[in-house]
C-alpha cells in the first residue's frame, strides 16, 4: 500500500484521537463513583426493609397498649360502679359482703393489667428509638446516594464533554487519509486497540519492541509512500525524524 509521507503522519494524528477517546471511554466506566453507588445500591432495600420491620413493630405494640388501656380502664369502670353501689348501702348483706370480695379482686385485676401496659409502654419505646434509627440509617443511605450520584453526573458530564469535542475532530482527520489506509487502520485498531505507532528510536511505539537489524535495513530501504506494518503487533508503523534511522 502507498501513502504520502504527509497521509501516513496523519494518521498519527487520528490514533492521538482514539486514544484520547479510548482513554475518556475508560475514565467514565472506571469512576470510583460507580463501584461506591452499586454497593450502596444494594444495601438500599434492606435498609428499606429495616425501616418498616421496625415502624410495624412499633405499630404492633401501639396497638397492644390500645388493648391494655381498654383492659384497664374496663376494670378500672367496674370497680368504679362497684365502689358506687357499695357506698350506697342497697343491697343485702350478702351482697355488700359479695361487692367488697369483687373490689378487692378487681384492685388485683387491676394492678396486674397496669404492671403489662407498663411493660408493654416500655416495650413500645425501645421499638420507638429502633425505628428512629432505621430512619436515620435510611435517610443517611439515601443522602450519600444521591450526592454519589451527582458527583458521577458531573463527572459524566465533563468526560461527555471533551469526548464529543475531541469526537468532532475526527472526521476531518480521517477525511486526509485514503480509503484503503483508513481501512486499513480500522482494521488493526479492532484486532489491537491502536492502528498505527510512530517508530521511535528503532523501537515500534505500539508495543515497545526494538526493530531487528533485518526489519530496520528493509524499512531504511523501503520508499518514502511505502505504508510499513511492525513485524511483531502488526500496527502500521510511521517513519518520525526521531526513528533513528
Excluded: F, W
Aim: one cysteine or more; hydrophobic letters at 40%; charged letters at 30%.
Amino acid at each position: 500500500m502507498k501513502a504520502t509521507p504527509q497521509m501516513q503522519a496523519r494518521l498519527l494524528d487520528l490514533q492521538e484521537l482514539d486514544i484520547r477517546l479510548t482513554q475518556l471511554d475508560h475514565q467514565a466506566r472506571s469512576l470510583p463513583e460507580l463501584t461506591d453507588i452499586a454497593r450502596l445500591e444494594a444495601q438500599e432495600a434492606d435498609l428499606q426493609a429495616e425501616v418498616v420491620r421496625t415502624e410495624t413493630a412499633v405499630s404492633d405494640l401501639e396497638r397492644e397498649v390500645t388493648r391494655a388501656e381498654v383492659a384497664v380502664q374496663q376494670v378500672r369502670d367496674r370497680a368504679a360502679r362497684d365502689e358506687a353501689r357499695l357506698a350506697s348501702g342497697t343491697g343485702s348483706a350478702k351482697d355488700l359482703q359479695g361487692l367488697q370480695h369483687e373490689l378487692a379482686s378487681l384492685s388485683r385485676r387491676q394492678e396486674v393489667l397496669e404492671d403489662a401496659e407498663l411493660e408493654v409502654m416500655e416495650r413500645v419505646e425501645t421499638a420507638q428509638a429502633q425505628a428512629r434509627t432505621a430512619v436515620t440509617a435510611r435517610d443517611e443511605h439515601v443522602a450519600r446516594l444521591a450526592g454519589l450520584r451527582s458527583a458521577r453526573d458531573a463527572k459524566l458530564a465533563r468526560i461527555g464533554a471533551e469526548r464529543e469535542e475531541v469526537a468532532s475532530g475526527r472526521p476531518a482527520v480521517a477525511a486526509d487519509l485514503s480509503p484503503e489506509l483508513l481501512a486499513l487502520y480500522e482494521r488493526v485498531r479492532a484486532h489491537s486497540g491502536t492502528g498505527a505507532a510512530p517508530l521511535l528510536q528503532r523501537r515500534c511505539g505500539g508495543c515497545r519492541l526494538e526493530i531487528n537489524a533485518v526489519d530496520l535495513g528493509r524499512i531504511r530501504g523501503a520508499a518514502e509512500d511505502e505504508v510499513l506494518r511492525c513485524e511483531e503487533c502488526g500496527r502500521v508503523l510511521v517513519r518520525t525524524p526521531e526513528s533513528g534511522l
